[in-house]
Every structure is written in C-alpha cells, then in structure tokens.
C-alpha cells in the first residue's frame, strides 16, 4: 500500500510540475493558463503513474549498480 500512495503523490507532483512547465514554454501566461494546465495535468497524470510505478524498482537497482 505503502508504494502505491509514494506512487500516487510523486507522480501527481511530477506531472503537475512538468505539465505546468511545458503548457508555460508552449503557451506563455495566458488568460487560459489554468485551464490549459489542468487539461495537461489530466492527460498526463495516469501516465505518469504507470510510468513511476513501472520504472521505480529499475531505476532502485540501477541506482544501486551504479553506487556499489
């Protein structure tokens, strides 16, 4: 359970940042800033997840492989 919820709010954190970034260097500031991000943020959170949860126990061993 413990790593779903790390999963959870790590991805929605990483996607907010990045959805926000790439919707600022696309767009600029906008009337419709907020609402282009959070359409961002909706498409790209579910992949995010899938992608922290996929890719979190490769990239621990790479991690360790490289320190040790």
Excluded: H
Aim: net charge positive; hydrophobic share 55%.
């Amino acid at each position: 359970m413990e790593r779903i919820i790390f999963t959870a709010l790590f991805s929605c954190c990483l996607s907010g940042l990045m959805s926000g970034w790439v919707t600022f260097i696309n767009l600029g500031i906008t009337d419709t800033f907020l609402s282009d991000w959070s359409i961002a943020f909706i498409k790209a959170y579910p992949m995010a997840f899938v992608a922290a949860y996929a890719l979190a126990k490769p990239i621990k061993l790479l991690t360790q492989k490289i320190i040790g």
